[in-house]
């Protein structure tokens, strides 16, 4: 038997009275065209009701990749050789109180007011991150073993350098003048050039660098930079190795806060060692023969090596177990993507700190030519 075929009479009835009252299916020969609708008419039906989204559609929908965060160093580093002209002038007219304005308005300030306007969060952007005491103690070991390295580099690199050059680029004439303004210069030196000069080179400049090359060509870059902005040729050498330490105790540990404590530790060694009448200009008359300043500076290079092996070894350790640093590109604003440098953005106090600045070089010029500040030192 069929299955279709009803198995009663009362069913095949009321089939019947179901075909008369619906529209039979297309293959019933009693069929309707008008009442059933054809292949064609039913996808084009569906097509009407869910309409496929076209590419541009999709291409609209698709969220859209913010591009990456860069900065230029070569720019700040411009910035803060421009600034270093008002800097000399300062020094020139008082020189503990013109180190102290070139630190804060020609080096700590700039770094300040373009990391703010450029929408970037300053604690992250310059690596202000505390970190462990015993990381930075470390650091302000590593600074002992650097400055003894930099003791050797010098030695040798002397020996290539004419005794006119010795003469001029003498750090030691910084510290001339009153007993007074000496330990005014020996404070500024360990104490605030280490903060600001840090801030400025291994903070903003060295993270700057680190969104354009890698890792190891941003700490290379900003020692070398970190180097040719004391215009010192003579120390140009011995300024490369303590540079280079810095900045890898800063991009180590993700933090200034060591590269501060090393630098701390090398300036307050020169400028105790100076106040102590243990360095200061040289007489190429009284100096040792060559062979004894050469054997002398091989000794230097040897303990320097032996010394600070170990010590950045431990270092190494102890910034690997502290908790890793925050991201450097954080911004202040999310809610503005945009990085590029605006006034608008920079902060209140900052623009009072810039004019602070410029009326403090004017006020220190005008007690120079008052005679306020006494002789030159």
């Not at 040289?282 to 062979?291: F, K, Q, S, V």
């Not at 350790?317 to 953005?345: E, H, K």
Request: glycine share 8%; aromatic share 6%.
């Amino acid at each position: 038997m069929d299955p279709r075929e009803p198995g009663t009479g009362e069913s095949s009835a009321d089939e019947g009275a179901d075909a008369t009252s619906a529209p039979a299916p297309p293959s019933t020969q009693n069929a309707t065209p008008t009442s059933t609708p054809t292949s064609t008419e039913t996808s084009t039906s569906t097509s009407t009701e869910t309409p496929t989204p076209t590419s541009t559609e999709t291409e609209t929908e698709t969220p859209t990749v913010p591009p990456p965060i860069r900065k230029s160093g070569l720019a700040f580093f411009g910035l803060l050789l421009l600034l270093f002209l008002p800097g000399m002038v300062a020094q020139s007219l008082h020189v503990a109180l013109g180190l102290l304005w070139t630190q804060l308005f020609a080096f700590l300030l700039p770094a300040l007011v373009l990391t703010t306007g450029s929408n970037l969060e300053p604690r992250a952007f310059l690596r202000l991150t505390p970190v462990r005491p015993a990381v930075v103690g470390l650091g302000f070991l590593a600074g002992l073993g650097a400055y003894l390295l930099a003791v050797g580099v010098m030695g040798l690199a002397r020996e290539l350098m004419p005794d006119r050059w010795m003469r001029i680029f003498d750090v030691s004439r910084v510290f001339e003048g009153a007993p007074s303004v000496r330990l005014a210069v020996a404070l500024v030196a360990a104490l605030v050039a280490p903060v600001c000069e840090e801030i400025a080179f291994r903070g903003y400049l060295q993270t700057a660098l680190s969104t354009r090359l890698r890792p190891v060509a941003a700490v290379a870059a900003s020692t070398l930079l970190f180097s040719a902005m004391h215009l010192d040729p003579v120390r140009f050498p011995a300024l490369v190795v303590q540079g280079a330490v810095f900045g890898w105790l800063a991009a180590r540990a993700g933090s200034v806060w060591p590269a501060i404590a090393a630098h701390a530790a090398n300036n307050a060694l020169v400028s105790g060692f100076v106040l102590a009448g243990l360095a200061g200009p040289e007489d190429a008359a009284e100096l040792p023969a060559l062979d004894v300043r050469l054997r002398a500076a091989v000794a230097a290079l040897a303990l320097a090596a032996a010394l600070l092996w170990p010590i950045l070894r431990a270092y190494a350790a102890a910034a690997r177990g502290a908790p890793p640093p925050p991201p450097a590109l954080v911004l202040r604003d999310p809610a503005v993507p945009g990085t590029r440098f605006s006034l608008a953005r920079v902060p209140a106090p900052l623009h009072l700190a810039v004019i602070l600045g410029v009326l403090g070089l004017a006020l220190l010029a005008h007690a120079r030519g008052a005679g306020w500040l006494g002789p030159r030192g």
